[in-house]
């Protein structure tokens, strides 16, 4: 194999790593991605697919991409995907002829060849303690922006329901329930409002359009099926109700939404594992467009960066909040990617 190859095959094999590993719930796509693995290694359509990838794999999230596109056609009802996926069949025979069909499927080429969209609703866990303590620091209604927001789902944070530790928080009729593990104080319920939302994303997905809710549930992995049933839940909510996103460059659009801040509202921005993809020099005009931006602030307009990224790209999760006037950094808490469970340390 080249050495383009060679990555590739080491790519997959530490996604199927991470599965069996890290998620006690992901079993059967880790099969799904070792039968990739096993056709790509003997040469096999999914060779012709993924072979030569210019780029880093794991960087631009080859495995996923892979095992979305297989999810993908389970979910249009196509068989044999379909009764595969119903039962999770993990015989490594019957999944790789599976895995072979789907290479060969006409749309493959066309879906490994754009990048994975996610949109994880549970993040929302971790960040609504995040938003509390913003409410209780500056007590301003919150003007929020979501950068790099995907569909936008965790927009609509305050239509789903929480438990975090002994904190019982949102509507008690949404049909999202975010519980993850908690560990530490719960936290502290105060008055908060929104203002106005708006999120951006470089490709958002159009919530309206079915093909593009099958995208978001492609690329959650079938064998979770709270995850699943969490984000069919959201898409409903979405579907009633279309979150606001425009589509925009990321460094663009914040330091355009942050030229000027409303005088009364403690601005919002918040991303959640978008950091990493961003060029360095989009990251540097984000830094200096918040910096200005708290040049602008006082008692009646605050300012507020939420991030929930991963910590030096292991599978550890940061939520932190930096707020202005001040500009103090503060690590609020650590937690599993996809917020399964959170520690807070605030």
């Not at 030569?52 to 794999?57: G, L």
């Not at 080859?62 to 095992?67: C, E, I, L, N, S």
Request: hydrophobic share 45%.
């Amino acid at each position: 194999m080249s050495p383009a190859d060679q990555a590739m095959a080491d790519a997959l094999r530490t996604q199927i790593g991470w599965c069996r590993e890290n998620h006690d719930d992901a079993h059967f796509t880790a099969d799904i991605i070792a039968a990739v693995l096993r056709d790509f290694e003997a040469g096999g359509v999914w060779r012709t697919l993924l072979g030569d990838w210019p780029t880093d794999p794991i960087a631009d999230a080859v495995m996923v991409r892979a095992a979305g596109g297989v999810h993908r056609l389970a979910l249009k009802g196509v068989e044999p995907f379909k009764s595969v996926y119903a039962r999770l069949d993990r015989d490594p025979a019957v999944l790789d002829d599976v895995v072979r069909a789907a290479g060969l499927w006409p749309e493959m080429a066309y879906w490994i060849s754009g990048p994975p969209q996610t949109n994880e609703v549970m993040r929302s866990a971790a960040l609504l303690p995040g938003f509390l303590e913003i409410a209780k620091a500056q007590g301003l209604p919150l003007r929020m922006l979501e950068m790099g927001c995907s569909g936008g789902l965790n927009l609509w944070w305050d239509r789903y329901r929480y438990q975090l530790g002994d904190t019982v928080w949102g509507p008690e009729d949404s049909p999202v329930r975010l519980e993850p593990r908690w560990d530490g104080p719960s936290p502290q319920v105060v008055p908060l409002t929104v203002a106005s939302r708006q999120g951006a994303d470089r490709l958002p997905v159009d919530l309206s359009d079915p093909e593009q809710r099958f995208r978001l549930l492609s690329y959650v992995w079938a064998d979770q099926a709270v995850r699943v049933a969490r984000v069919r839940g959201a898409l409903e909510l979405a579907r009633q109700s279309p979150p606001p996103v425009v589509e925009a460059d990321a460094a663009d659009w914040v330091e355009a939404q942050l030229a000027q801040l409303p005088r009364g509202t403690t601005t919002v921005l918040y991303h959640s594992y978008v950091w990493m993809y961003l060029p360095q020099a989009s990251k540097a005009r984000i830094r200096a467009a918040l910096a200005q931006a708290g040049e602008q602030t006082d008692d009646q307009t605050g300012l507020a960066w939420l991030s929930f990224e991963s910590v030096d790209g292991a599978e550890l999760t940061e939520l932190a909040l930096t707020l202005w006037p001040g500009g103090e950094r503060r690590r609020l808490a650590l937690a599993h990617p996809h917020g399964r469970w959170i520690k807070w340390v605030g």
